[in-house]
Each structure stands twice: as structure tokens, then as C-alpha cells.
Antibody, heavy 115, light 107 residues
């Protein structure tokens, strides 16, 4: 069974940093492209970042480019999102999701940016 | 960026009736279109990809159609568990984008 488990969310002050993790199991992680998708409270879905299976191709939404960094460790079956210079508008549930159409999702981790 | 526009914003339907949801892309996305269902407090669930292919375990009452810029999700006979928010998403252009969602509520 495919499982994606996010962690690392929490309360952070504006301008602060946070690192999210996504632990994958039940499939060959190194064979799949991965994404981060977020959802602000009461709002719709927003794609954040993409990384290819090898990590050689990376994309970011304009809203996070230059502040967020996606990475992966295929040996550890893990996906990461380093978030710097956080803003109030980054407050959201962050999901990791497999493939370009998001075939499987984790349960999400809540990031709250507030003073 | 490709803008995805869903209509209507809210759809009121009685159980057992058919629901038809629309999604329009600002430029062609070929058949690279997915549909998701999201219930309160839950992660989204993939229903349809490739515009018309049902994901694993999705009941046959869900069907997708369209290509290019116009797409439709049809739920043939609404069940109580189908009342939720539905999103379309294009993955033709690497800035993957979602529609704003259609809420299907009980009439």
C-alpha cells in the first residue's frame, strides 16, 4: 500500500524557516516524480513545487520561488521542502503527492506563519 | 500560466440524480487533465486522470470527458458519500494549476 506521511509543520514567525519531510513507503520511491501542494485554510489547492525521480529537474510556483527548496533522498525514501523567509500567506496545509497528476497524497502537515 | 475555471461554483443535487461539473482551460492542455474529490478534513483523492481514465478503486458512476480546453466530470447517480468539493487540475504545462473547485451539496 502506498503511504506518504508528512511531518515538520508548526507555528513559525514571519521571516522564519521550517523544513517539511515526507516519508514514502509501499512503492519504489526512486522511480517516481514528487510534488508539494498546499491548501490555505478554507481555500483551494495550490501546487508548490515538483522534483523529478532523480532530482535533476525541479520546478517552483512563482509564489515560492527563491524562498523554498525541494529535495529528495532516494536512499531514505524521503522528500523535503525547505521553507525560508516565510510569510503569513504561506499558512496552509502542505501535502506531498506522487506524480504529475497527484495519484497519492499524504495526510498533510499544517504550517502556520504568525507572530 | 494556464488558468483553470470551474463551473458552477456550487451545485445542488438530490441523491440519485446526475451531476455535471465543467472545467475550462485558458489554453489547450490536450488530455492532461485530472479530477479530484475532497471532503472536509481530508486530503484530496484522485478520481480521473488523462481526462477520462478512472483511478484505481473509483466507482464507475464517475466519468470524465473532454480534451483541449473543455472538460466535464459526470457523476451518474449521486450517492451520499459523493457530496464534496471537486477540483480539476492540468498537468500539460509544468506550472500545474487547479481550478477553484465546485462544491456539490445536497439539494
Amino acid at each position: 500500500e502506498v503511504q506518504l506521511v508528512e511531518s515538520g509543520g508548526g507555528l513559525v514567525q514571519p521571516g522564519g524557516s521550517l523544513r517539511l519531510s515526507c516519508a514514502a513507503s509501499g512503492f519504489t520511491f526512486s522511480s517516481y516524480e514528487m510534488n508539494w501542494v498546499r491548501q490555505a485554510p478554507g481555500k483551494g489547492l495550490e501546487w508548490v513545487s515538483y522534483i523529478s525521480s532523480s532530482g535533476s529537474t525541479i520546478y517552483y510556483a512563482d509564489s515560492v520561488k527563491g524562498r523554498f527548496t525541494i529535495s529528495r533522498d532516494n536512499a531514505k525514501n524521503s522528500l523535503y521542502l525547505q521553507m525560508n523567509s516565510l510569510r503569513a500567506e504561506d499558512t496552509a496545509v502542505y501535502y506531498c503527492a506522487r506524480r504529475k497528476y497527484f495519484q497519492h497524497w499524504g495526510q498533510g502537515t499544517l504550517v502556520t506563519v504568525s507572530s | 500560466e494556464i488558468v483553470m475555471t470551474q463551473s458552477p461554483a456550487t451545485l445542488s443535487v438530490s441523491p440519485g440524480e446526475r451531476a455535471t461539473l465543467s472545467c475550462r482551460a485558458s489554453q489547450s492542455v490536450s488530455s492532461n487533465l485530472a479530477w479530484y474529490q475532497q471532503k472536509p478534513g481530508q486530503a484530496p483523492r484522485l478520481l480521473i486522470y488523462g481526462a477520462s481514465t478512472r483511478a484505481t478503486g473509483i466507482p464507475a458512476r464517475f466519468s470524465g470527458s473532454g480534451s483541449g480546453t473543455e472538460f466535464t466530470l459526470t457523476i451518474s447517480s449521486l450517492q451520499s458519500e459523493d457530496f464534496a468539493v471537486y477540483y480539476c487540475q492540468q498537468y500539460n504545462n509544468w506550472r500545474w494549476t487547479f481550478g477553484q473547485g465546485t462544491k456539490v451539496e445536497i439539494k
